[in-house]
């Protein structure tokens, strides 16, 4: 069973910074579109951004456009998460799956995950 483990949340001010990092167990990253989400309390989980299999591709939801970047080292089996000028809205879970389907299915929430999905990270964005 491959799995992915989150980790870099924290709490931060409005306006700071955070990186998140997505390390998936295996060897078989490269094949597969990665993406991060967010749930926040009372909320559906929902789409962050994603990159595809080398990274020649990435999406972003309209909230994190300009503020977020996301990235990807296959050989460090490791997907990226950049969060800059952080609002209190981006406060939630932060998890990273992905799927060997179309790319785009990660920004619709249709695609099947490939990883079992993990605990996630927190991030709290409070002054």
Do not use: H
């Not at 909320?43 to 996301?70: C, H, L, W």
């Not at 998460?81 to 790319?103: H, I, R, S, W």
């Amino acid at each position: 069973q491959v799995v992915v483990v989150e980790s870099g949340g924290g709490l931060v001010q409005p306006g700071g910074s955070l990186r998140l990092n997505c390390y998936a167990s295996g060897s078989t990253l490269m094949f597969v579109n990665m993406g991060w989400f967010r749930q926040a309390p009372g909320k559906e989980r929902e789409f962050v951004a994603s990159i595809s299999q080398r990274g020649g591709a990435t999406d972003y939801a309209d909230s994190v456009k300009g503020r977020f970047t996301i990235s990807r080292d296959n050989a460090k089996n490791t997907v990226y998460l950049q969060m800059n000028n952080l609002k209190p809205e981006d406060t939630a879970v932060y998890y990273c799956n992905g799927g060997v389907t179309g790319f785009a299915d990660l920004a619709r929430m249709t695609f099947s995950n490939y990883y079992s999905w993990g605990q996630g990270t927190q991030v709290t964005v409070s002054s």
